[in-house]
Nanobody
Framework: VQLQASGGLVQAGGSLRLSCAAS????????MGWFRQAPGKEREFVAA????????YYADSVKGRFTISRDNAKNTVYLQMNSLKSEDTAVYYC????????????WGQGTLVTVSS
């Protein structure tokens, strides 16, 4: 599975939606997730969604502000980010075929999200 995501620049309090398109014919067989790595910090888990989209899981730092979703017909996973804060500035990575607390087998190349204050 190859993953490609797109990010951007947004003002604090604003919104941004990340998309990650996966190649391959087995996208619906994998759980998908989002991670991020801020400058000088370790990569951290952000959100995960089950294969069908019926189950989601979020880090406490983004709960209530971010929403993960997927469209299996388009082989795409999304991360809707609302009420963005400067501390959300990071390189965001999508990941496939894993779960919370377990290894993820596929990773995207990362996309920079900058939240300006």
């Amino acid at each position: 599975v190859q993953l490609q995501a797109s990010g951007g620049l947004v003002q604090a309090g604003g919104s941004l939606r990340l998309s990650c398109a996966a190649s391959g014919r087995t996208f619906s067989s994998y759980a998908m997730g989002w991670f991020r790595q801020a400058p000088g910090k370790e990569r951290e888990f952000v959100a995960a969604i089950s294969r069908s989209g019926g189950s989601t899981y979020y880090a406490d730092s983004v709960k209530g502000r971010f929403t993960i979703s997927r469209d299996n017909a388009k082989n795409t996973v999304y991360l809707q980010m609302n009420s963005l804060k400067s501390e959300d500035t990071a390189v965001y990575y999508c990941a496939g075929d894993g779960w919370v607390g377990k290894p993820w087998r596929s990773w995207g190349q990362g996309t920079l999200v900058t939240v300006s204050s």
